[in-house]
């Protein structure tokens, strides 16, 4: 008997807008049982792949995604390592880079595809672009290259004409199709009439160890933005918050903050009781130069540490993800330091 080799894909749908419907009665969005979506895409069908699917008991909004939501993604992955070739998670936009980054972390040494897409439009609607992200998106995880390894062997996100590093992602648009952008990082793929890896840009991870899952994902870590004529007393309260255990600070530019004797201290001072703050740029491009001003300088030398040129929702989830793993502050800081997987350039 012949061997099925025909890619083998798992669908995780957790919910968001490319399963939505609408509500008669109140003409709000929401999600509705996945194997209506299957009916709304019949091109599916003409793939000529093993495609099962799970869903989210609940399908949800991604703006109620939490490390509990990334968890589940996770241990379905998890359970299903050895039976697939390749994972597609359908998610909502909102929070989809989030999601993308902590799973990078989470999913140690992973060496298949897990592609994670949606869409601005319900799969429903005549004008979707769900229809052709889906598509898209098995197309990608089924890819192989010349030795037969997977293509893309990341966390990646699939969205209109691009697939981009997960962790290296943000959503830029709340109305075009392309809504995400690798801002500080290239495309993996160009999608257009045909599919182009540029297999240059794809990560390798540097050992051939099986899948680790790490669940743990500590949550006491928050954002604080700058702004011109912040408050020493709003800003010495947030880096006091109950139980903070890290801060992913947004500063101006190549790293800078204001001048003032007063901020430096309120950063040393929280430093010095082991908080973590790790000092990323507002900017959607370029990153953190401690050494290009003297304001970043002083950042650095109240022990705030360089972010380099990772997102923020890499930055945030990967605070998680090492305080996750039970390690003190000092470790965590040198783990921040260092790529862990492509998250970010040094």
Known sequence: ??????????????????????????????????????????????????????????????????????????????????????????????????????????????????????????????????????????????????????????VAILFENYLWRGNRSTKMSADNFNAFKSNNYPALAHIGLGMAFHEENLYRSPSKRPLKVHYEMDPHVMFVELHP?????????????????????KTYGAGNSPSEPWFTAAINEATSRGVVILNVSQCVNGGVHNGLYETGKSLSAAGAISGNDITSEAAITKMMYLFGLGLNSESVKTYLGCVLCGEMTI
């Open 1 to 154: 008997m012949a061997q099925n080799t025909r890619p083998k894909i798992l669908i995780i749908y957790t919910g968001g807008t490319i399963g939505m419907i609408e509500n008669q009665e109140t003409h709000a969005l929401q999600p509705f049982d996945f194997s209506h979506l299957i009916d709304n895409v019949p091109k599916v069908k003409k793939l000529d792949y093993d495609i099962d699917n799970i869903q989210f008991s609940a399908p949800i909004d991604s703006a109620n995604m939490n490390p509990g939501h990334w968890a589940e993604i996770a241990r379905s992955i998890e359970e299903n390592y050895d039976k697939f070739d390749g994972f597609v998670v359908l998610h909502g936009t909102d929070t989809m880079a989030f999601t993308a980054s902590a799973l990078s972390f989470m999913l140690e040494n992973l060496h298949k595809p897990v592609i994670i897409t949606g869409s601005q439009l319900p799969i429903g609607e005549v004008r979707t672009d769900g229809e052709e992200n889906l598509i898209t998106a098995l197309q990608v995880a089924a890819a192989t290259d010349s030795n037969g390894d997977p293509m893309v062997q990341e």
């Open 229 to 249: 004529g912040i408050m020493e007393d709003t800003f010495r309260y947030m880096l006091s918050a109950p139980n903070i255990k890290g801060i992913v600070l």
